[in-house]
């Protein structure tokens, strides 16, 4: 899919570039947090030894930075994103990620701000109208 940035992602992803070297496809920034979308292979050159890089980027952004590994394909991609997730179905242009009870809310988030992040991740990259969390 074609992605289009806006002139502020892409001065971020230069920025954060230029801290990690570790080749950011995509960005989102929310009110307290930055997401980043790495190369496949490239987190751990993002998070650096012992987080360093990662903790040197949130201090200049005075954020929080969340980092996600790409992947191929949108099961793999999910994955990445829900760690905790038991399973990962995809039908059509919809995913349903299932998790354990207690996890739910983590998942979720508050107001339902990390499936919103996932789901507008998963759209932008493999067109993924809906996220469903059960």
Do not use: Q, W
Not at 5 to 34: P, W, Y
């Amino acid at each position: 899919m074609n992605l289009k940035l806006s002139m502020e992602d892409l001065e971020k992803i230069n920025f954060f570039n230029k801290l990690t070297r570790s080749g950011v496809i995509d960005c989102v920034d929310g009110e307290n947090e930055i997401y980043f979308i790495v190369p496949t292979g490239k987190y751990g050159l993002a998070v650096g030894k012992n987080g360093a890089k990662i903790k040197n980027a949130e201090n200049k952004f005075k954020k929080t930075i969340r980092l996600f590994e790409f992947a191929d394909n949108v099961r793999e991609f999910a994955k990445n994103m829900v760690p905790d997730a038991v399973n990962i179905r995809v039908n059509d242009d919809v995913v349903i990620i299932e998790v354990k009870t207690k996890d739910r809310a983590k998942v979720i988030g508050r107001s339902g701000k990390n499936v919103e992040i996932i789901k507008m991740f998963l759209n932008r990259h493999f067109g993924v109208k809906d996220v469903k969390v059960r």
